[in-house]
């Protein structure tokens, strides 16, 4: 396989994980796209707003090629997750206007630099802080993926949406009805897995 045919696969991997992460948040009202999921707050608009930041950082600063985007966030003495929240002063466009050009901005290190190329990653362990750009893109492409599949759940619990994209979204075809009574079939199913291999008692527990 070519070098450019390489890139090419890599791309493809990127943008469409990219393309997943921003549609999960059209037609959502503000609240719906910022507000916490789970426990340690994972909400949409967060998870964009941490890609892009790292988007920037690997493939841009990490070999030579800073942005010049303020990402205070990100800055030394930044309140603690400060990259994975909207603050009510970063409105939704700010924040997917950003990722665009995040896009953009690794899309031309890739294309500038060869896959071999090294960088050094300034937040990582001195004795191995070098990266390749091959390493690095797929980094992102790993990175993208993962907060896709986060922001997937979040969004079927605000609103019941699935999918992984627009125009294909990868799920079995079915009703609500048929959804519930599945759901409920797995539910039954994990009831009796734990009832019949749940490690049985002994009798001297039992007694006790």
């Not at 707003?49 to 303020?70: C, I, N, Q, T, W």
């Not at 990175?143 to 699935?162: C, K, N, Q, S, Y």
């Amino acid at each position: 396989m070519t070098s450019p045919d390489a890139k090419a696969d890599l791309r493809f991997y990127l943008q469409s994980a990219r393309d997943a992460l921003l549609w999960k948040l059209e037609g959502l009202p503000e609240y719906d796209v910022r507000r916490p999921l789970t426990p340690t707050g994972t909400n949409l608009l967060g998870l964009v707003k941490h890609v892009a930041s790292m988007e920037l950082g690997y493939l841009g600063d990490v070999f030579g090629r800073p942005s010049g985007e303020a990402l205070p966030w990100m800055a030394e003495g930044a309140e603690t997750n400060a990259d994975m929240w909207a603050t009510p002063d970063e409105s939704r466009e700010d924040i997917v206007e950003l990722y665009r050009r995040s896009w953009a901005h690794a899309d031309a290190t890739i294309d500038a630099l060869p896959l071999d190329a090294v960088g050094k990653v300034p937040w990582w362990p001195s004795h191995k802080a070098e990266v390749t750009l091959h390493h690095a893109v797929v980094r992102m492409i790993a990175e993208t993926h993962r907060h896709a599949g986060h922001a997937d759940i979040v969004r079927e619990l605000v609103d019941g949406g699935v999918g992984e994209r627009e125009g294909n979204d990868s799920m079995a075809s079915g009703d609500p009805a048929w959804w519930a009574d599945y759901r409920d079939r797995l539910e039954r199913v994990a009831r009796e897995a734990d009832r019949t291999r749940r490690p049985r008692e002994t009798t001297r527990d039992a007694k006790e």
